[in-house]
Every structure is written in structure tokens, then in C-alpha cells.
């Protein structure tokens, strides 16, 4: 397992500021589903993966495994509760960003 360091950081702090899908959707602009995570509707800035593979905002499954031990999407039970970093997500949605000069705020709180 990586320590953090080694991750890429996250996110920039914001400039001018969506970062629901809704809100960027009625922006127009074309968000790739696997960028949001399926609790929050977010797009994920601090990606992790749980024991069955499915990725998630690290506060939203944190959140959500602190009373349950199953999966929010398929209702199955999680062989384990450890959270993995994502990094390949983290890395792609940076440059996804980056490259289409989308504004966010921090830590899913969408503005504007």
C-alpha cells in the first residue's frame, strides 16, 4: 500500500467554482460517469476503491462504511472495510480538469 505522499495531491483549491454534475452538465459540459462518485453525484477528487472494486468519494464511503459493511451500490456484503487510493482516477480526473479548465471548489461543495 502507498503512502500518501507518493499520491498525486489533490485537486486545486478552487478559482471559480462547480463541481456537482448536475452543475456541469447545465454548464454544458460532458462529464464522464466515472468521474463521479455514486453517493455524493460529486465529481470525485479524492477517489479510493472498496473491496469489490467500485470507486467512491473517500468522505462519502467513509461516511457510509462507518454504518454498514455492505456496498451503497449492489447492497452486497464487503469482505473487508479497508479503503485503497485510487490513483490512476485521481490522476485522469486532474488532467480531465485541467485540460477542460473546470472550476471546482473544494471538497464537493459546488458554487455559482
Known amino acids: 500500500m502507498e503512502d500518501d505522499e507518493?499520491?498525486?495531491p489533490p485537486l486545486p483549491p478552487p478559482r471559480a467554482l462547480a463541481k456537482s454534475a448536475r452543475a456541469l452538465s447545465l454548464a454544458g459540459v460532458d462529464l464522464p460517469?466515472?468521474?463521479?462518485?455514486?453517493?455524493?453525484?460529486?465529481l470525485l477528487e479524492d477517489?479510493?476503491?472498496t473491496a469489490?472494486?467500485?470507486t467512491y468519494e473517500r468522505h462519502?464511503?467513509?461516511?457510509?462504511?462507518a454504518s454498514h459493511s455492505t456496498s451503497p451500490l449492489t447492497g452486497d456484503r464487503l469482505e473487508h472495510t479497508r479503503l485503497t487510493?485510487?490513483?490512476?482516477?485521481?490522476?485522469?480526473?486532474r488532467e480531465w480538469v485541467e485540460?477542460?479548465?473546470?472550476e471546482v471548489?473544494?471538497?464537493?461543495?459546488?458554487?455559482?
Open 6 to 8: 507518493d499520491l498525486p
Open 99 to 102: 485540460r477542460n479548465g473546470i
Open 85 to 93: 487510493p485510487n490513483v490512476m482516477a485521481r490522476s485522469l480526473i
Open 60 to 65: 462519502a464511503i467513509t461516511s457510509w462504511l
Open 47 to 49: 477517489p479510493v476503491v
Open 33 to 42: 460517469p466515472s468521474f463521479v462518485c455514486p453517493i455524493t453525484h460529486e
Open 105 to 112: 471548489s473544494p471538497r464537493g461543495r459546488s458554487h455559482g
Open 52 to 54: 469489490d472494486g467500485q
